[in-house]
């Protein structure tokens, strides 16, 4: 019986291992799209992905938010004015990264964290 554990337990490392070594091609080509980058979890996404080389399109409440954050980050961050709450601003936001993606938004990974406050 210890023997069939300790083979689990080495699979499961192994397969762990394996895991962990594959990595993503071309990040400076990929596309992130981040929501909620005043403060918190989506601020600190948002400068992770872009110190390990990913171009992020993130979104702040404020302007104070926005440039707070692209004094913190590269180039490749940009930050646009977004509030969840209104559809005006919201169609203003799609438009803004529909023109920063282009046509290579349908092949880019793209990750949609969205913080929405319950009223």
């Known amino acids: ?13 192994l397969l762990r291992w394996y895991r962990e070594r594959q990595v993503v091609s ?4 990929k596309f992130v799209f981040i929501t909620g980058c005043d ?3 989506g601020n600190l996404l948002a400068r992770q992905l872009d110190l390990r080389g990913l171009r992020v399109l993130a979104t702040c409440l404020t302007e104070q938010g926005a440039e707070q954050l692209n004094s913190q980050t590269s180039d490749r961050l940009e930050t646009v004015i977004l509030d969840v709450t209104k559809t005006e601003s919201i169609a203003a936001a799609a438009e803004w990264v529909k023109e920063r993606v282009g046509d ?3 092949t880019q990974i793209s990750f949609f ?6 009223v």
């Open 39 to 41: 403060s918190g979890f």
């Open 26 to 29: 071309h990040l400076q080509d």
């Open 1 to 13: 019986m210890w023997l069939y554990l300790a083979v689990l337990v080495g699979l499961y490392y």
């Open 104 to 106: 290579r938004g349908t």
């Open 113 to 118: 964290c969205l913080f929405l406050l319950s």
